[in-house]
């Protein structure tokens, strides 16, 4: 019975450990120079291994869900650090050539937010004057939105062009010069038509004021224009490749904050699994080793005080359990230049190695 209860991985209970050990001491099993446990003491680490497989091969399957999810975070995030690194390495060398860093007295999220503002602001204004010229309520819309749309991105884009223009080239003057007559120039044409309208659909309703409010709004979208375009102008830095390298960091930095976040939760998650595998392996190696050791006791009585034998020395052990999973780090990061990395402004973390695992499947 105990012999069969062995072969299929089960324990036998104490009482039945303490009889095999007292029948085994009194046969002298095993003998006192052999190395090697004798069978039942065999059977109860087969036993144990064979429990400490069923627990690494339950851990493996539970990994292996995760293992898609972990290993492509791993190799985004990995892809992502050498892009970052070797736009560190261009963007240093850029700053050491020109002798300066990065100047932007203008933060690129303050740029935006000012930018989305006049876009709104300038989209319900349109939508009161058009609808005072009596136009149809999806044309006032649409005309309402090009203008929201057009002016402030017309600002931005002269505004970084102008800024970014590397002095002193002739192309410099003259964008500067013909840059903003163009567009002065488009928004007089644009009130003339206006105006134009005005005095042909609209001044029975309007009166004599319809000059007035036309030139009005000239003057808000022109407000609307410098405003779009001084704020571009004063977020980027007059090196245009110094500030296309700046931009690229800043994003692929604030890029790695958000892949390192999710990293960090898959192997927070991949750890757990791998922490509470190993923690029912070592319980069931504990257990092993105290069924052992009772059966020791019970054989060394049954001996007469005779020498223990040589193999009474060795303790249990799993090969199993030698091969476990090792927890995953997270790999060391680049050179943050946003502060989103914890631990920001801090001696930089050891390198750690790849995250990626394996759990013996194909």
Not at 64 to 79: D, I, P, Q, V
């Amino acid at each position: 019975m105990r012999h069969r209860m062995l072969s299929q991985g089960i324990f036998p209970d104490d009482e039945s450990i303490r009889k095999a050990g007292h029948e085994d001491g009194v046969a002298g099993l095993p003998s006192g120079s052999s190395y090697e446990p004798g069978p039942f003491e065999r059977g109860i680490m087969a036993a144990g291994e064979s429990k400490i497989s069923e627990i690494y091969a339950r851990t493996a399957q539970e990994l292996y869900r995760h293992e898609g999810k972990s290993s492509n975070l791993a190799n985004a995030y990995e892809t992502n650090q050498y892009r970052l690194r070797d736009v560190l390495s261009r963007y240093k060398a850029r700053k050491d050539a020109i002798g300066r860093d990065v100047i932007i007295p203008v933060p690129h999220y303050v740029h935006s937010l000012v930018v989305i503002l006049l876009a709104f602001g300038e989209f319900p204004l349109n939508v009161v004057v058009f609808r005072m010229f009596g136009e149809p309520e999806l044309m006032t819309y649409v005309m309402s939105m090009t203008l929201s749309l057009t002016l402030p991105l017309i600002g931005v884009f002269l505004g970084i062009q102008i800024r970014t223009l590397i002095r002193p080239k002739i192309a410099t003057a003259i964008m500067i010069f013909l840059a903003p007559a163009t567009v002065l120039g488009a928004l007089t044409a644009l009130s003339f038509i206006r105006n134009m309208y005005v005095e042909l659909h609209a001044k029975h309703s309007l009166g004599d004021g319809s000059g007035n409010m036309v030139y009005a709004m000239f003057a808000i979208n022109l407000l609307i224009f410098l405003g779009a375009f001084m704020v571009s102008f004063f977020s980027h830095d007059q090196d245009s490749e110094l500030d296309a390298l700046h931009v690229a960091v800043v994003r692929l930095d604030r890029k790695r904050s958000k892949l390192r976040d999710k990293l960090s939760k898959a192997i927070s998650r991949t750890n757990s699994i791998i922490r509470a595998g190993r923690g029912d392996a070592e319980r069931a190696l504990a257990l092993t080793t105290a069924k052992i050791s009772l059966y020791r006791q019970a054989n060394m009585a049954s001996r007469g005080g005779t020498v223990a034998p040589s193999s009474f020395s060795r303790n249990p052990e799993s090969q199993t359990l030698k091969r476990w999973w090792p927890d995953m780090k997270i790999p060391d990061a680049a050179e943050s230049q946003t502060g989103n990395i914890p631990g920001g402004g801090e001696k930089p973390p050891e390198p750690q190695g790849r995250t990626l695992y394996s759990t013996g499947r194909a």
